[in-house]
């Protein structure tokens, strides 16, 4: 059984950081390439980071500079530190398996003053 479980996520002030993790079983996670998406209220969902196996990472316009991406093939989890939040940072959160398609339950980041 495949599961993803974000965790990490919460109220910060805008300025502020936060860290989420997404720990993964049930697949060989050191061959999967991992994503972060976000959806805000009204919004369509949008890809925020990506990273391969081997560590190679993409981000969207929007965080980069902001946003990193890493992953720890050893703890099978996959990390999204995100530094210098504002408000339309708010969204749930949700890590993603590329190309399989597995989804987490997401994880709530609110940024508000």
């Known amino acids: 059984q495949v599961q993803l479980v974000e965790s990490g996520g919460g109220l910060v002030q805008p300025g502020g950081s936060l860290r989420l993790s997404c720990a993964a079983s049930g697949i060989v996670f050191s061959t999967y390439a991992m994503g972060w998406y976000r959806q805000a209220p009204g919004k369509q969902r949008e890809l925020v980071a990506t990273?391969?196996?081997?560590?190679?990472?993409t981000y969207s316009d929007s965080v980069q500079g902001r946003f990193t991406i890493s992953r720890d093939n050893a703890k099978n989890t996959v990390y999204l530190q995100m530094n210098s939040l504002k408000h339309e940072d708010t969204a749930v959160y949700s890590c993603?398996?590329?190309?399989?398609?597995?989804w987490g339950r997401g994880a709530q980041v609110t940024v508000s003053s």
């Open positions: 990273i391969n196996g081997g560590g190679s990472a």
């Open positions: 993603h398996t590329q190309f399989a398609d597995y």
